[in-house]
């Protein structure tokens, strides 16, 4: 990619040095740049968007990672924000079905996205009264809207934040948030139906996390889905990654790519350090006002800041959830799946109870997402590219992944083919693989250097999980800032989009910056 040069009048303008171009790194350069700083962003990898990033086996492109976009809005907001028409760069579709579901038992249904032709498939395929699931659903929102703004849009770790009506309100309906029970728990009082309950206890794994151990408040997760809705952007997941870069390098971002910081730079200046630059892998060193990192926090105060004091309590919380993928170029299409598509284990609470253990359950839930269904150029006409994820524990080095993966995906394969109604078939989905690669929780930690290949950052299973995720800021290094999965308010891409604007008002209210308009980005 380009490296633009910044031009000389840039000089004038605070520096700020960005380490990562994931979603939340490509958010915060844009909000930075136009509060009014001169941007550089320190990327390992040879392109932007991190986990985002793609695949190319063969004819097949794969999205190495997310695969279902809610809240595009926070996408959109930023290309806003700079005066642009989010349209003309990045486009995106509302789902009808969010998810297509199949049980053993030959138990199917369509997860439609209107929450009340949900309720209706839901009261048709399982015999649950429509009013109970749009009751919950509608319990979940009241969840969102009594926290949300406060757990997900604010620092947690600023007094203005706790003292606001909205938190007022919110603790004189806490009855209403089910602190004490878990998520699990919530969907046996509510739905009661095991199909039913199973399907809203998967919405704990979007954050990484475990029904059975999880708060009862993440039940506002299903709102997400269902009210708020999921997406498909055109030209599949990566071109978020690449719609950000681009907005990002026209505003005059500088971009380092396949340049990997190996130190930030601190001096003592009063009663703290603070945070000078940064120190690349070929020991050049740049100088920066501020620095903001976006590389996984644990490694950045493990690698980058070795001789620091770092918040160890918080470094040391439980990881979320881990994956093992196939990513599969299937030579024929199956006409009986959808974009997005759950094939669930017959026993949910083993499943986690081995994930918990730090191995695989013989009988795991398989996820298999198709961007081809919605994105034509991913896969040769007539093939799909299958992007097949079961949940794994995060990495320990006990595990033997080359022995979990041979017999995995042979259990993948059967259980797929067993409920496609393939069984036996002698052109069945074994032999329309023509291309294969696999991930597990090491190669996505060496690959997206996140820690122990944890996909969210740290769990949400103990209610005090969004207290203890990092903060935005250093509480021990002035000068330096976190946005991105491993830091609060959590991961997953909406997440991440809010890092990026709490840490950018965290740090503008600290240290105030001259606010940059849009029409006046040639002068930098
Ligand atoms: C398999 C998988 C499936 C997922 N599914 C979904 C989903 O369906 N929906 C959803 O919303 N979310 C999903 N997520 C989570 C989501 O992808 C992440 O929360 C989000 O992309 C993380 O973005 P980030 O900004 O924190 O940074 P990352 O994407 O982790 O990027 C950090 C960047 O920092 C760079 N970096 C690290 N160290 C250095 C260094 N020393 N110097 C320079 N650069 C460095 C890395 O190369 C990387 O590009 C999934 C994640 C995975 C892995």
Same mark, same amino acid.
């Given at each position: 990619m380009p490296e633009p040069v910044p031009s000389a009048s840039s000089e004038s303008l605070p520096r700020i040095g960005i380490i990562g171009a994931g979603i939340a790194g490509l958010a915060a350069a844009i909000r930075l740049r136009l509060e009014g700083a001169h941007v550089e962003v320190f990327e390992a990898a040879d392109t932007a968007g991190g986990k985002l990033g793609e695949l190319v086996l063969g004819e097949y492109r794969f999205g190495i990672g997310p695969s279902l976009l809610t809240m595009p809005e926070y996408i959109d907001e930023l290309f806003e924000l700079a005066g642009e028409v989010p349209g003309d760069h990045f486009r995106y579709r509302r789902l009808d079905t969010v998810c297509r579901y199949a049980w053993e038992d030959g138990t199917r249904l369509d997860a439609r996205a209107n929450p009340k032709a949900f309720a209706e498939e839901v009261e048709r395929v399982l015999g649950v009264p429509a009013q109970r699931v749009l009751k919950t659903l509608a319990h979940g929102e009241e969840k969102y809207h009594l926290t949300g703004r406060t757990f997900l849009e604010k620092s947690l770790h600023t007094p203005g934040t706790w003292l606001t009506p909205e938190v007022g309100h919110a603790l004189t309906r806490l009855h209403r948030l089910d602190l004490t029970r878990t998520l699990h728990q919530v969907h046996e009082r509510d739905l009661g139906e095991p199909h039913l309950v199973q399907l809203f206890d998967r919405f704990a794994t979007y954050n990484g996390s475990n029904p059975y151990r999880a708060p009862g408040l993440l039940s506002m997760i299903a709102h997400f889905e269902h009210g708020a809705g999921a997406f498909v952007p055109e030209g599949g997941m990566p071109a978020i990654g690449r719609a950000l870069y681009g907005l990002a390098e026209r505003l005059g971002v500088a971009f380092h790519f396949e340049t990997r910081v190996a130190e930030i730079l601190t001096q003592k200046q009063g009663r703290r350090p603070r945070a000078v630059g940064l120190r690349l892998e070929d020991d050049r060193q740049m100088l920066f006002d501020r620095v903001v990192s976006n590389m996984d926090v644990f490694f950045t105060h493990e690698r980058l800041l070795p001789d620091a004091p770092a918040p160890r309590r918080v470094l040391a919380r439980e990881k979320s959830t881990s994956a093992l993928i196939f990513y599969w170029g299937v030579n024929k299409s199956f006409p009986e799946l959808d974009?997005?598509?759950?094939?669930?284990?017959?026993?949910?609470?083993?499943?986690?109870?081995?994930?918990?253990?730090?191995?695989?359950?013989?009988?795991?839930?398989?996820?298999?997402?198709?961007?081809?269904?919605?994105?034509?150029?991913?896969?040769?006409?007539?093939?799909?590219?299958?992007?097949?994820?079961?949940?794994?524990?995060?990495?320990?080095?006990?595990?033997?992944?080359?022995?979990?993966?041979?017999?995995?995906?042979? /259990?993948?394969?059967?259980? %797929?083919?067993?409920?496609? $109604?393939?069984?036996?078939?002698?052109? &069945? =989905?074994?032999?329309?693989?023509?291309?294969?690669?696999?991930?597990?929780?090491?190669?996505?930690?060496?690959?997206?250097?996140?820690?122990?290949?944890?996909?969210?950052?740290?769990?949400?299973?103990?209610?005090?999980?969004?207290?203890?995720?990092?903060?935005?800021?250093? /509480?021990?290094?002035?000068? %330096?800032?976190?946005?991105? $999965?491993?830091?609060?308010?959590?991961? &997953? =891409?909406?997440?991440?989009l809010l890092s990026a604007r709490i840490m950018t008002d965290v740090m503008t209210r600290r240290e105030p910056l001259a606010r940059h308009t849009p029409d006046s980005k040639d002068d930098v």
């Open positions: 974009v997005h598509n759950i094939f669930f284990s017959e026993d949910y609470a083993a499943e986690f109870g081995a994930l918990e253990a730090g191995t695989l359950c013989d009988d795991p839930t398989v996820y298999v997402s198709i961007s081809s269904r919605y994105d034509d150029s991913a896969a040769p006409a007539g093939s799909e590219n299958w992007f097949v994820m079961i949940n794994a524990p995060f990495a320990t080095p006990e595990q033997d992944w080359s022995a979990l993966i041979e017999r995995t995906r042979e /259990r993948v394969i059967q259980k %797929l083919e067993r409920m496609l $109604g393939h069984e036996g078939e002698k052109a &069945g =989905l074994r032999e329309a693989i023509v291309e294969e690669c696999v991930f597990d929780p090491t190669t996505i930690e060496a690959r997206t250097l996140s820690h122990l290949g944890a996909l969210y950052g740290t769990s949400s299973n103990d209610r005090m999980a969004a207290f203890m995720r990092h903060p935005n800021d250093s /509480r021990h290094v002035d000068g %330096l800032y976190f946005c991105g $999965g491993s830091v609060h308010p959590g991961g &997953g =891409l909406p997440l991440c």
